[in-house]
């Protein structure tokens, strides 16, 4: 349960980066860093390792426990996530697609090493890679914002590069075995997994 709990944490962290992108242009540098840097660490051994350390999604572990408890104040979020958990479905049955993402992933990773993974330039790479492939998926990611800054082009690669980056997490918590099902069943230990994480 840790290690689902971890993956959504992820999850919900990109996507309220990606809310904030949109409402504001502004992201939150080292939350931003954490995401992502997530999409390259394709082979790493833990979730803990995707993201570098438990300490780096205490925001996500925070939304995700505010989720839990009823006390969302952003209720796009949840539709965002559902949204995502839906397509991550679709994503990993495309088997063509998920080796395209993967390859481009592989292709950017030298750019993100020499500048950092949240160089515009690296941003504009994986905002393409998800427009050329996830973006076609359906339901449609709808991200609302302010339309002052969707209109512009580097804020809309940055919010691609995060959606990316969410799906990563989707796809690790899967793989972590977590299922929708969760949410209906698992919302005590889901609590407790939360609880034990941010001590």
Known sequence: MHERILALAG????????????ETGQAEGSVLETALDSVFRIDAESPEAVYGNVEALRPGLRLLREYFRNE????ALPRLALAVLQIERRFVRDGAMAAHVHEGIL??????ERLGST???????????????????RPKVMVQGNPHYLGQNDIVSEIRAVLLAAVRSAVLWRQMGGSLLDFLWSRRQMLAAIDASLR
């Open 107 to 112: 292709a950017t990773a030298p750019l993100a």
């Open 119 to 137: 160089h515009p330039e690296v941003l504009t790479a994986l905002g393409q890679l998800y427009a050329d492939t996830i973006s076609h998926l």
């Open 72 to 75: 969302n104040k952003d209720e």
């Open 11 to 22: 999850l919900l962290q990109a996507l309220k980066q990606v809310r904030r992108v949109a």
